[in-house]
């Protein structure tokens, strides 16, 4: 694992180095993002459209976490054009979350937004954390959540946006795992599992004494 000195030193303007990189209709929807984007090397415009790209796909823009004022933001912040439509996105709104969820996402984009690095623009930041946070709810392996190729890319992308964050998982546990885990101490609460980790096909093998 490489960490915080290293913070986004593996970013391409075609994705993630060393990655898997993304085929078939997301491959071809990626492409169309980057070729509107304001600078065709910026990493961020890349991880973005990865990020993104398939939830515009499949109708699901609703489950990143970001409002539609929020997408517009970024569209105008890392691509030529601010029309979701010219992106091929439908109109789409915030899934609706519990209590629990709502107050879970708070505080974990809380915590992201505590290690963010300077080097990364604020409002980016922002929406990563939310991305992530939201992500948290879903009950696979974080990176099948957030649509990249393997943990090596959310290692990544968590080493260019939080990478102090980074640097705490000494451990190498699975990154949901830690950021729950991170998010408990950081609340004086009782470790546990984030609220999409019992769904997981690995549940038992993180949290033995949970089942």
């Given at each position: 694992?490489?960490?915080?000195?290293?913070a986004?030193?593996?970013f391409?303007?075609?994705?993630?180095c060393?990655?898997?990189?993304?085929?078939g209709?997301?491959?071809?929807r990626?492409?169309?993002?980057?070729?509107?984007?304001?600078d065709?090397?910026?990493?961020?415009?890349?991880?973005?459209?990865?990020l993104i790209?398939?939830?515009?796909?499949?109708g699901e823009?609703?489950?990143?976490?970001?409002?539609?004022?929020?997408?517009?933001a970024l569209?105008?912040?890392?691509?030529?054009?601010q029309d979701?439509?010219?992106?091929?996105?439908?109109?789409?709104?915030?899934?609706?979350?519990?209590?629990?969820?709502?107050?879970?996402?708070?505080?974990?984009?809380?915590l992201?937004?505590?290690?963010?690095?300077?080097?990364?623009?604020?409002?980016?930041a922002?929406?990563?954390?939310?991305?992530?946070?939201?992500?948290?709810?879903?009950?696979d392996?974080?990176?099948?959540?957030?649509?990249?190729?393997?943990?090596?890319?959310v290692?990544?992308?968590?080493?260019?946006?939080?990478?102090?964050?980074?640097?705490?998982?000494?451990?190498?546990?699975?990154?949901?795992?830690?950021?729950?885990?991170?998010?408990?101490?950081?609340?004086?609460?009782?470790?546990?599992?984030?609220?999409?980790?019992?769904?997981?096909?690995?549940?038992?093998?993180?949290f033995?004494?949970?089942?």
């Amino acid at each position: 694992m490489t960490h915080a000195g290293a913070a986004g030193a593996g970013f391409t303007s075609a994705g993630i180095c060393g990655a898997q990189q993304p085929v078939g209709a997301h491959a071809a929807r990626v492409r169309q993002w980057m070729q509107g984007a304001r600078d065709p090397e910026s990493p961020d415009a890349a991880l973005f459209a990865q990020l993104i790209a398939p939830r515009c796909e499949r109708g699901e823009l609703g489950l990143l976490g970001l409002s539609p004022a929020q997408v517009d933001a970024l569209l105008g912040r890392h691509y030529f054009t601010q029309d979701a439509a010219a992106f091929g996105m439908p109109a789409f709104s915030v899934v609706l979350r519990t209590r629990q969820r709502k107050d879970f996402v708070t505080a974990l984009c809380a915590l992201l937004l505590r290690y963010a690095s300077p080097a990364v623009n604020p409002d980016d930041a922002r929406c990563m954390a939310l991305i992530i946070a939201n992500a948290c709810l879903r009950p696979d392996h974080l990176w099948r959540d957030l649509g990249l190729a393997g943990r090596e890319d959310v290692t990544q992308l968590l080493e260019r946006y939080f990478p102090e964050l980074v640097a705490r998982n000494t451990a190498y546990w699975r990154w949901k795992k830690f950021l729950a885990y991170e998010l408990a101490l950081s609340t004086g609460a009782t470790p546990g599992p984030a609220p999409g980790c019992p769904g997981c096909e690995d549940y038992a093998h993180c949290f033995p004494c949970e089942r």
